[in-house]
């Protein structure tokens, strides 16, 4: 049966059609009658986990609308004060009915009778949240959500003066590929100066983050926020070790490949030393690569790709498009980054991004396509618990996308030589952006095996992580203020904690995915289709299997699937 993008909003069958979220006295009779209503057979039991599916949609949805329109104008007190309202007074209500509830599934007698191969990681789930529930955590958490929007809101505010004209950060980096080596590091000396004006505030949001993680942490048991957090992620296929073990293999396999690309470039520019500035920068009389001119120009390109590629991947974002459920251009007031966030009741989801006219924006547009993508093939899951899929399946779906979407970038280039360019900077980027993958995440798990640090440790730990996977074909000499500030453009460690290394297991399986793409472009698009449209219904093990992947970032993987971008990289 074909995938469709002709997407349906859930049907109500528990709740009122016109039913919205406004507070928890018109909210909380549904879940009171979720939990008192007797189950005394299969069938009963069925109606009270999509009952419960419903419930789960309609809240998540709301919940996610309003981090959408927050982000989308920082700016505006109103909507950020919704977003609070909801994690203060909506969500921390909401976790005692959701650990009652959970119990009433696990403790019913009927349970055991579910198909275990259809209901197996659903249940694991929800045993794993009864473990972790702590009634004290409650208030905790809500804190920390609202403290983790701050990050937003700071970042929204920078901007830099450049020519007479005020840029955002995103903006302003299209600068940074002049063909003026002084205009490049006026700019990037502009930025990394406006970042350090908020040093000091986000470090003291970062200190209140990591104590409030760490108390939650203690609360249930736990000696760290690191092992905490990979049970509540659900990481039951690997460990921290494993994870250390990613660390030493990107610094034996790929960052010598990241000091070759590095060092071609500087050859290329005819640069000796490579700056940090010089690295978007394209040879003299050699433009930039401008493959669109607005969000709505990347939008009709970006469709006109996918359409190539496979017809449905545009009927998706197109759909989207008459949903209004897009907001791509770069401004003012603007959080900063880009994400594509599920909405489990309309199904279709919303891309958020920050479009400044770079290649690098073609490279997040098809990224947050893959992860669209996902949602719709997911959406037609009879429960919202099926939808929830592992993180590394998400990155993976957005990261194939990327690779795939490779060979059909002709909207976007008229000319065979910025294809090739453009191809050459898509899978450098697949490469360089490995060390700080694995930089990011030993930081993180440093930070929390250490939560009584002050900014100063801090600070030197960071230098340690960072300067050990460091390319050494740029020279840094002079900017260590601004290298010692640079994890704190990472909104990751703000926002969401210890999810990053997906990024590093997604990037190798893509690259999985992309060989297969190659030997057989049919067969890899429907092993990835259809373990889309799986969701979280298997394990994650399961789940690469069906697309024709192994669960597998060991050493000697990582150094086979670089050596075949290195090929690729020899060939453009």
Same mark, same amino acid.
């Given at each position: 049966?074909?995938?469709?993008?002709?997407?349906?909003?859930?049907?109500?069958?528990?709740?009122?059609?016109?039913?919205?979220?406004?507070?928890?006295?018109?909210?909380?009779?549904?879940?009171?009658?979720?939990?008192?209503?007797?189950?005394?057979?299969?069938?009963?039991? @069925? +109606?009270?986990?999509?009952?419960?599916?419903?419930?789960? &949609?309609?809240?998540?949805?709301?919940?996610?609308? #309003? $981090? /959408? *329109?927050?982000?989308?104008?920082?700016?505006?007190?109103?909507?950020?004060?919704?977003?609070?309202?909801?994690?203060?007074?909506?969500?921390?209500?909401?976790?005692?009915?959701?650990?009652?509830?959970?119990?009433?599934?696990?403790?019913?007698?009927?349970?055991?009778?579910?198909?275990?191969?259809?209901?197996?990681?659903?249940?694991?789930?929800?045993?794993?949240?009864?473990?972790?529930?702590?009634?004290?955590?409650?208030?905790?958490?809500?804190?920390?959500?609202?403290?983790?929007?701050?990050?937003?809101?700071?970042?929204?505010?920078?901007?830099? @003066? +450049?020519?007479?004209?005020?840029?955002?950060?995103?903006? &302003?980096?299209?600068?940074?590929?002049?063909?003026? #080596? $002084? /205009? *490049?590091?006026?700019?990037?000396?502009?930025?990394?100066?406006?970042?350090?004006?908020?040093?000091?505030?986000?470090?003291?949001?970062?200190?209140?983050?990591?104590?409030?993680?760490?108390?939650?942490?203690?609360?249930?048991?736990?000696?760290?926020?690191?092992?905490?957090?990979?049970?509540?992620?659900?990481?039951?296929?690997?460990?921290?070790?494993?994870?250390?073990?990613?660390?030493?293999?990107?610094?034996?396999?790929?960052?010598?490949?990241?000091?070759?690309?590095?060092?071609?470039?500087?050859?290329?520019?005819?640069?000796?030393?490579?700056?940090?500035?010089?690295?978007?920068?394209?040879?003299?009389?050699?433009?930039?690569?401008?493959?669109?001119?607005?969000?709505?120009?990347?939008?009709?390109?970006?469709?006109?790709?996918?359409?190539?590629?496979?017809?449905?991947?545009?009927?998706?974002?197109?759909?989207?498009?008459?949903?209004?459920?897009?907001?791509?251009?770069?401004?003012?007031?603007?959080?900063?980054?880009?994400?594509?966030?599920?909405?489990?009741?309309?199904?279709?989801?919303?891309?958020?991004?920050?479009?400044?006219?770079?290649?690098?924006?073609?490279?997040?547009?098809?990224?947050?396509?893959?992860?669209?993508?996902?949602?719709?093939?997911?959406?037609?899951?009879?429960?919202?618990?099926?939808?929830?899929?592992?993180?590394?399946?998400?990155?993976?779906?957005?990261?194939?996308?990327?690779?795939?979407?490779?060979?059909?970038?002709?909207?976007?280039?008229?000319?065979?030589?910025?294809?090739?360019?453009?191809?050459?900077?898509?899978?450098?980027?697949?490469?360089?952006?490995?060390?700080?993958?694995?930089?990011?995440?030993?930081?993180?798990?440093?930070?929390?095996?250490?939560?009584?640090?002050?900014?100063?440790?801090?600070?030197?730990?960071?230098?340690?992580?960072?300067?050990?996977?460091?390319?050494?074909?740029?020279?840094?000499?002079?900017?260590?203020?601004?290298?010692?500030?640079?994890?704190?453009?990472?909104?990751?460690?703000?926002?969401?904690?210890?999810?990053?290394?997906?990024?590093?297991?997604?990037?190798?399986?893509?690259?999985?995915?992309?060989?297969?793409?190659?030997?057989?472009?049919?067969?890899?698009?429907?092993?990835?289709?259809?373990?889309?449209?799986?969701?979280?219904?298997?394990?994650?093990?399961?789940?690469?299997?069906?697309?024709?992947?192994?669960?597998?970032?060991?050493?000697?993987?990582?150094?086979?699937?670089?050596?075949?971008?290195?090929?690729?990289?020899?060939?453009?």
């Amino acid at each position: 049966m074909p995938y469709t993008a002709d997407i349906r909003k859930i049907e109500r069958r528990f709740l009122p059609a016109d039913f919205t979220v406004t507070d928890w006295h018109l909210l909380e009779p549904w879940f009171k009658e979720l939990e008192e209503r007797p189950i005394e057979s299969p069938a009963a039991l @069925e +109606h009270w986990l999509h009952d419960l599916s419903e419930l789960e &949609a309609i809240v998540s949805e709301d919940a996610c609308w #309003r $981090q /959408v *329109r927050m982000t989308c104008d920082t700016t505006d007190k109103s909507l950020e004060e919704a977003f609070n309202y909801f994690y203060l007074e909506i969500q921390p209500r909401i976790q005692p009915y959701a650990d009652r509830l959970n119990r009433k599934l696990v403790d019913c007698p009927l349970t055991k009778d579910l198909d275990n191969k259809r209901y197996f990681t659903y249940l694991r789930t929800v045993r794993k949240n009864i473990e972790l529930f702590r009634e004290q955590n409650i208030p905790l958490q809500a804190e920390m959500s609202v403290l983790q929007q701050q990050y937003g809101s700071i970042a929204g505010r920078m901007t830099i @003066e +450049h020519e007479g004209k005020e840029y955002t950060l995103q903006q &302003a980096s299209r600068f940074l590929e002049n063909p003026d #080596r $002084q /205009v *490049r590091e006026s700019v990037y000396r502009k930025i990394a100066e406006r970042r350090s004006q908020d040093a000091a505030e986000l470090h003291d949001l970062f200190s209140k983050l990591v104590a409030l993680r760490h108390r939650i942490a203690q609360n249930a048991g736990f000696d760290n926020y690191r092992d905490y957090k990979f049970a509540e992620m659900g990481r039951f296929d690997y460990t921290p070790a494993d994870c250390q073990r990613f660390h030493e293999a990107v610094r034996i396999h790929i960052l010598p490949l990241v000091n070759e690309i590095y060092t071609h470039h500087g050859q290329k520019l005819g640069l000796d030393p490579l700056r940090p500035w010089d690295t978007e920068a394209e040879p003299e009389g050699t433009q930039p690569l401008r493959p669109f001119t607005d969000g709505k120009d990347l939008l009709a390109k970006t469709v006109d790709c996918f359409r190539r590629l496979d017809p449905f991947f545009a009927d998706c974002l197109t759909r989207m498009d008459q949903m209004g459920h897009l907001d791509l251009d770069s401004r003012k007031g603007k959080a900063p980054g880009g994400y594509n966030m599920p909405l489990m009741e309309s199904g279709a989801p919303f891309i958020f991004m920050n479009a400044a006219g770079q290649m690098g924006d073609v490279t997040t547009m098809v990224h947050e396509g893959g992860h669209a993508i996902h949602s719709f093939l997911a959406h037609p899951l009879e429960l919202s618990a099926f939808k929830d899929y592992p993180t590394e399946m998400a990155e993976l779906a957005s990261m194939s996308m990327e690779l795939f979407s490779m060979d059909h970038w002709e909207p976007f280039f008229d000319n065979e030589e910025d294809m090739k360019r453009a191809k050459r900077h898509q899978l450098e980027r697949v490469i360089t952006i490995f060390p700080w993958i694995a930089t990011i995440d030993a930081f993180q798990h440093w930070v929390y095996l250490h939560p009584e640090h002050n900014p100063d440790e801090r600070t030197q730990a960071w230098m340690d992580i960072l300067g050990s996977f460091s390319t050494n074909a740029i020279d840094y000499q002079g900017l260590e203020a601004f290298r010692q500030l640079s994890w704190q453009r990472q909104l990751h460690l703000f926002e969401v904690p210890f999810y990053y290394i997906e990024y590093g297991i997604a990037q190798l399986a893509a690259i999985g995915m992309w060989k297969q793409y190659r030997e057989n472009p049919a067969a890899a698009l429907k092993n990835y289709t259809d373990a889309l449209a799986l969701g979280g219904t298997l394990t994650l093990p399961e789940l690469y299997k069906k697309a024709g992947l192994s669960f597998d970032f060991s050493s000697e993987t990582i150094r086979d699937l670089v050596e075949m971008v290195r090929k690729e990289l020899a060939s453009l």
